[in-house]
């Protein structure tokens, strides 16, 4: 197809992925987002071997690995710091053929902005799509309206647009932890400047992983009541009450955050949904398919969405209805296999059954790191780029 206009809504790494491999496809595309400011959501990302192979595609490869950490290992040990397991990243960057690189959500999101060559319309949040026989208008707070041959709502996990798609409402489901998360300087004393490691105890996570410009990006997950107080300035406080008698690194790592820079977020997950697509309407990366941190993929489904979005519409004479049913039957079925796989590791992580979080903490004292590494293998290549 030709001569397509695109509405996005959302600038978040899926709408800007989808407005880049849009663009690239030959389609006229127009950005919109609610906030006056774009910011990141989160510190930091572990951007797996699938994602980066979509930024490669679009020929954003080298920006990306100017960002992103090289992270040669991973390596878990137990809240004392004895270590369970340590695992060689290069068997698995052969056998997917690219390097995963966590990157800082800033860079990430500046990267995208950058490549992304049309204007991306901020403070114009949307309240309402109109949709007709030859055309689809999104409706904005501030009266604005732009119409387009097709709107992609890529409005992140608490989606205005998501309902008038499914013709019901989906509440985000709360994953059962809390994820505080920064950015600190890399230290040796810290970690090492190449590996991603995890203490993991008491159905409590505290991480640290390389990302550019010298950094960490860290993360410390705790199961809490969902709606537990967030106050910035008790945030050292609570982290070292939770983490008490936990290894040095982890109590350094609590020292030298800066808790007004953390984030907090209570993790919540969408789906699996019973459609992508109603019309000219299409759902984008967390609107669609919201994932819970626990596999490292949901920044890299949105970026998938958004390359095969623009590759069906590009490739296909058949209609636009055509070209949106491909879509959705192959993200349908490839993001409702990753927010289930994600869940339930989210579940085994934090304790839901404690049997079971303490049977993983002996299992990963016991397997091969070949086994890991073929895990996460098994979801990069069943991505559409494999």
């Known amino acids: 197809m030709q001569d397509l206009k695109i509405v996005v809504i959302g600038a978040g790494i899926g709408g800007l992925t989808a407005g880049i491999a849009l663009t690239q496809a030959g389609f006229e595309v127009e950005i919109y987002d609610r906030v006056r400011e774009l910011r990141p959501v989160g510190a930091g990302i572990s951007?797996?071997?699938?994602?980066?192979?979509?930024?490669?595609?679009l020929g954003l490869g080298q920006r990306m690995a100017a960002i992103g950490g090289q992270m040669n290992r991973m390596a878990y040990r137990d809240k004392t710091g004895t270590l369970l397991n340590d695992i060689d990243l290069l068997p698995l960057m052969e056998k997917v053929e690219q390097r995963p690189y966590p990157v800082a959500r800033a860079d990430l999101q500046a990267m995208l902005l950058d490549a992304f060559p049309g204007e991306v319309h901020l403070n114009h949040r949307c309240i309402e799509v109109e949709q007709t026989g030859d055309g689809v208008t999104a409706v904005f707070e501030n009266g604005h309206r732009a119409t387009g041959d097709l709107l992609v709502a890529a409005d992140g996990v608490r989606s205005q647009i998501r309902e008038q798609v499914l013709g019901y409402q989906v509440e985000p489901q709360y994953?059962?932890?809390?994820?505080?998360?920064?950015?600190?300087?890399?230290?040796?004393?810290?970690?090492?400047?190449?590996?991603?490691v995890i203490y993991v105890g008491d159905h409590q996570r505290a991480s640290l992983m390389p990302v550019g410009g010298d950094r960490f990006y860290f993360f410390f997950d705790i199961p809490l009541p969902k709606g537990t107080p967030a106050e910035p300035e008790q945030y050292r406080a609570v982290l070292s009450e939770h983490f008490q008698g936990w290894a040095e690194p982890v109590q350094r790592l609590i020292e030298r955050m800066d808790p007004t820079t953390v984030a907090r977020p209570e993790i919540h997950d969408v789906g699996p949904i019973d459609r992508l697509v109603r019309g000219r309407v299409v759902l984008l990366g967390d609107a669609a398919h919201?994932?819970?941190?626990?596999?490292?993929?949901?920044?890299?489904?949105?970026?998938?969405?958004?390359?095969?979005?623009a590759q069906y519409l590009m490739t296909t004479n058949m209609g636009l209805a055509y070209a949106l049913g491909r879509y959705e039957g192959e993200r349908k079925e490839r993001t409702s296999a990753v927010v289930t796989k994600a869940r339930k590791r989210a579940e085994m992580i934090h304790g839901k059954d404690p049997a079971v979080t303490e049977k993983w903490y002996r299992q990963l004292a016991t397997e091969s790191p070949t086994d890991v590494t073929d895990a996460i293998a098994q979801i990069i290549l069943a991505g559409p780029l494999s």
């Open 175 to 196: 994953g059962g932890y809390v994820n505080w998360n920064g950015l600190v300087a890399t230290s040796e004393d810290l970690a090492p400047r190449d590996c991603w």
């Open 47 to 57: 951007l797996w071997s699938n994602g980066v192979k979509v930024l490669n595609r």
């Open 290 to 309: 919201a994932t819970c941190p626990d596999l490292g993929q949901g920044g890299c489904q949105a970026m998938e969405d958004g390359l095969v979005l």
